[in-house]
């Protein structure tokens, strides 16, 4: 018989991370497991990876519907399960990816936990004062990344275009890709104006100018952008991800790209619709972690290694915990990749 099992676990990061919705020190999420009494020594983890203040899923019953759905593994078939758990896209994520795990990823097949299909990913530079945000691009810099992305929107806008001034004076756009990420920071009347002010720095996107929910106002900037604009958080506000509201989305705002976090975007299956709207109306993507632990981000990476896209992912993040769970993940330089020498190091856990 199949079963299931929770428990919370806290994420502590190394330094505050801040982004324009404020400044973050913890994440809290929780893990599960799936076993089969017949063969209790294999066993599939997975990452329930609550997001506070950011997505659907942030409601208080999320633990008791936590709690009914490892009680239905064990009277229902999962499949069944999973559609129960269609508003609740991270904990699904945490059942989907642990199914998958147990499984073999026979769903999704890759060469990435041989190490052979390394995933070349963006830089991530936190928001901060002037000076702490030039010193984390030089870092990244210094350590081999060719394309970096900054949260922007929390600091003075000057200062946040003298940076890009400075980035811009050193590297041009063909040694170094710049992508933003305003987290909805700027008000509908004033984002043209700061969109043609970032446009002269070569940015190769920017992320979700405005808060999510304004389609109409989203629609025509997208139309007169002179920078790509990639959709967040307009993904991760849905529910409930179905073909019609991805199709209408998408028809309606027309964005030149989208932003994939799997644990917020409809889990693996949704994520899978996602795709394929965009693919075929031509919009780009590009998948990114939703701070997950190791666990959470093994998942993503192996998914999206079966993908074979080679534009630089947002899967950077393994190395923003003190106490993240060592894994076999390695990030040398801009690439991430999987350790076939590493294991897997899983805390004791008080398990529900």
């Known amino acids: 018989m199949l079963r299931a099992r929770y428990a919370p676990y806290r994420l502590q990061f190394k330094e505050p991370s801040g982004t324009s919705r404020g400044v973050m020190t913890y994440k809290d999420c929780y893990l599960v497991q799936l076993y089969d009494d017949a063969c209790p020594e294999r066993v599939g983890w997975g990452e329930c990876a609550l997001f506070r203040g950011l997505g659907s899923d942030d409601r208080p019953e999320y633990e008791a519907v936590l709690v009914e759905a490892c009680r239905l593994v064990s009277v229902m078939p999962f499949g069944d399960v999973l559609q129960r758990l269609a508003e609740w896209t991270s904990i699904r994520f945490g059942f989907e990816t642990a199914w998958q795990e147990l499984n073999g990823w026979q769903d999704y097949p890759s060469r990435f936990d041989k190490g052979e299909h390394p ?3 963006n830089g991530l530079v936190w928001m901060g004062d002037k000076a702490t945000m030039l010193r984390r691009i030089e870092e990244k810099l210094e350590a081999g990344f060719r394309c970096v992305k900054l949260k922007i929107g929390a600091i003075d806008f000057d200062a946040e275009l003298d940076l890009l001034r400075m980035v811009r004076g050193r590297f041009s756009r063909n040694e170094i890709e710049l992508r933003v990420d305003a987290n909805g920071a700027f008000l509908p009347d004033e984002a043209p104006r700061k969109l043609d002010a970032l ?8 992320e979700q100018p405005i808060k999510a929910g304004q389609w109409e106002a989203m629609a025509q900037l997208c139309a ?10 307009e993904l991760v506000a849905c529910r409930e991800v179905t073909l019609e509201l991805t199709h209408q989305m998408l028809d309606t705002i027309k964005p030149q790209y989208i932003i994939l976090k799997p644990s917020l975007t409809g889990a693996l299956s949704g994520t899978n619709q996602w795709i394929k709207a965009a693919t075929e109306r031509g919009i780009g993507w590009w998948m990114t972690s939703a701070l997950e632990s190791n666990i959470g981000l093994s998942a993503i990476a192996r998914y999206t290694a079966s993908l074979s896209t080679r534009i630089p992912q947002g899967l950077g993040t393994g190395a923003l915990y003190t106490n993240n769970i060592p894994s076999p993940l390695q ?4 690439v991430l990749t999987y350790n076939t020498q590493g294991e897997w190091q899983y805390p004791d856990l008080a398990w529900r």
Request: glycine share 4%.
């Open 119 to 121: 995933i070349t990913i």
């Open 199 to 206: 446009a002269r720095y070569d940015l190769h996107s920017i």
């Open 224 to 233: 007169t952008t002179p920078i790509p604009i990639a959709l967040d958080e």
């Open 331 to 334: 990030q040398i330089g801009e």
